[in-house]
Nanobody
Framework: VQLQAYGGGLVQAGGSLRLSCAAS????????VAWFRQAPGKEREFVAD???????MYTDSVKGRFTISRDNAKNMVFLQMSSLKPEDTAVYYC??????????????????WGQGTQVTVSS
């Protein structure tokens, strides 16, 4: 499965962005989908996921501001980001996996990764 993430850019604090991730070469509905991010000088971290059964999970810092969604028919994953903060600045990666719910925040649970899209939030 190949993933192509896009939609990043430069936005002012308080603004919004919608990230998209297009999947090809596989059936999106067979996987849980997730977004991770990596800020400069930091390790890549879990942001949100949406499992095959519709259950979602968000890291505390984005709860109430970010929404993950998927369109299995179009093989697309989205991350709607609102009320953006400078600390949201990072490269955002989409990922697919079939791991257990208990490992959903672990990078090792995901088989396929997109190339990343840069999000920069200015203060």
């Amino acid at each position: 499965v190949q993933l192509q993430a896009y939609g990043g850019g430069l936005v002012q604090a308080g603004g919004s962005l919608r990230l998209s991730c297009a999947a090809s070469g596989g059936t999106l509905g067979d996987y849980s989908v997730a977004w991770f991010r990596q800020a400069p000088g930091k390790e890549r971290e879990f942001v949100a996921d949406r499992r095959w059964n519709g259950a979602t999970m968000y890291t505390d810092s984005v709860k109430g501001r970010f929404t993950i969604s998927r369109d299995n028919a179009k093989n697309m994953v989205f991350l709607q980001m609102s009320s953006l903060k400078p600390e949201d600045t990072a490269v955002y990666y989409c990922a697919l996996g079939k791991g257990k719910a208990s490992t959903r925040t672990d990078q090792s649970a995901y088989y396929y990764w997109g190339q990343g899209t840069q999000v920069t939030v200015s203060s």
